[in-house]
């Protein structure tokens, strides 16, 4: 299987020559499903046994800890895909990542990836998007694939740039998981 991530505003030629999803937030259906902040519901928060929150970009914003503010359970229910982001401009430095919405500790950026992002990332995939999944296969299998995002990093510990779900689903597809 050929399976590329392309960024969002760089179509390239071969790009042209393959079958091109937009797994974005703004991509169609059912595509937009593969988006982090698409609302699934019903995802285990990683690291606080029997909460579940409705999408990975809510449980990731909702871990979340600045200088001013701590975590936001509120956010768990949201069902919109837009507003979900905190900020340090509204809320000053962000310290970590709770470790669980009861943890005492916080989590450094790469291990909140590596403990909270992939999880519940890779629950999506394994529960929510089964069939979206194989379509994808039926696709890389019938020729190259390119995935839009907007970022296309796929190393959970390159901290420089945001890591790309598009990437995280290539890897999926190539049964490559980080860790494992």
């Known amino acids: 299987m050929q399976i590329r ?28 499903r593969f988006s982090p902040f698409y609302p699934h519901g019903g995802i285990p928060v990683p690291l606080s046994p029997g909460v579940t929150g409705t999408s990975v970009e809510a449980i990731w914003q909702a871990l979340k800890v600045f200088e001013s503010t701590g975590v936001d359970r509120t956010l768990l229910q949201a069902t919109r895909m837009t507003g979900l982001k905190r900020t340090e401009r509204r809320y000053g430095r962000v310290l970590g990542h709770r470790a669980g919405l009861d943890g005492s500790g916080l989590l450094d950026y790469e291990t909140a990836r590596r403990r909270i992002y992939l999880p519940a990332y890779r629950h999506v995939l394994d529960h929510h998007l089964s069939a979206e999944l194989a379509q994808l296969r039926r696709l890389a299998t019938a020729g190259p694939l ?16 945001p890591l790309s ?10 049964g490559e998981w980080p860790g494992g």
Do not use: E, F, Q
């Open 5 to 32: 991530v392309v960024h969002h505003g760089r179509r390239t030629a071969a790009a042209a020559t393959a079958t091109v999803v937009d797994v974005t937030s703004r991509g169609p259906h059912p595509w937009v």
């Open 146 to 161: 390119t995935l839009l995002d907007y970022t296309t990093n796929d190393d959970v510990a390159d901290l420089s740039k």
């Open 165 to 174: 779900h598009a990437a995280l689903i290539r890897l999926h597809l190539l």
